[in-house]
T-cell receptor
């Protein structure tokens, strides 16, 4: 089955700097890769997603890149702000029903 | 914007008791899911449900667990004979379609087994 590895587990960046979170997946049939942001005590919320037919997608300060050959995808947050502090989960969606999540990255934005 | 709703927000139960966690998925969604998140850990898949039957389940979803869609709106997770290690946040989610459809999560039910 699908296996998703996510790095780093914790990331601290200065406010205004960029943050990059990386994930790898194992099932080459996976075709959909969402990213979720989870604030403390709240539900995971979809922030951006990418499908396997594109290599990059951007939404304001957030971008995701996908390298299908290498089976890895990354989340990029530019000009980080205090409200970006949260846990971020990558996920991969193989052809069956279950999205598989990474273990999460706790992002701290330092003042 | 329509939301997935879950009740209760917090459930405390004694070991060995049965609990039912309730969810109301988004009305036009067709796929329903339960996920579990032990404190500080990743979100783990439990089960997916489509067309009134389980379509996929994980190794976590053993005979202790069952799901039901008793009417046109509710989707429930039953845990029989709860164990201490069942303590976690349980998230219901729904999606409009299958592969490649975003999941919409509820706010979760925090289950505490004592």
């Amino acid at each position: 089955g699908e296996n998703v590895e996510q790095h780093p587990s914790t990331l601290s960046v200065q406010e205004g700097d960029s943050a990059v979170i990386k994930c790898t997946y194992s099932d080459s049939a996976s075709n959909y890769f969402p990213w979720y942001k989870q604030e403390l005590g709240k539900r995971p919320q979809l922030i951006i997603d990418i499908r396997s037919n594109v290599g990059e997608k951007k939404d304001q300060r957030i971008a995701v890149t996908l390298n299908k050959t290498a089976k890895h995808f990354s989340l990029h947050i530019t000009e980080t702000q205090p409200e970006d502090s949260a846990v971020y989960f990558c996920a991969a969606f193989p052809l069956d029903d279950k999205i598989i999540f990474g273990k999460g990255t706790r992002l701290h934005i330092l003042p | 914007e329509p939301e997935v709703t879950q009740t209760p927000s917090h459930q405390v139960t004694q070991m060995g008791q049965e609990v039912i966690l309730r969810c109301v998925p988004i009305s036009n969604h067709l796929y329903f899911y339960w996920y579990r998140q032990i404190l500080g850990q990743k979100v783990e898949f439990l089960v997916s449900f489509y067309n009134n039957e389980i379509s996929e389940k994980s190794e976590i979803f053993d005979d202790q667990f069952s799901v039901e869609r008793p009417d046109g709106s509710n989707f429930t997770l039953k845990i029989r004979s709860t164990k201490l290690e069942d303590s976690a946040m349980y998230f219901c989610a729904s999606s409009l379609g299958h592969s490649g459809s975003p999941l919409h999560f509820g706010n979760g039910t925090r289950l505490t087994v004592t």
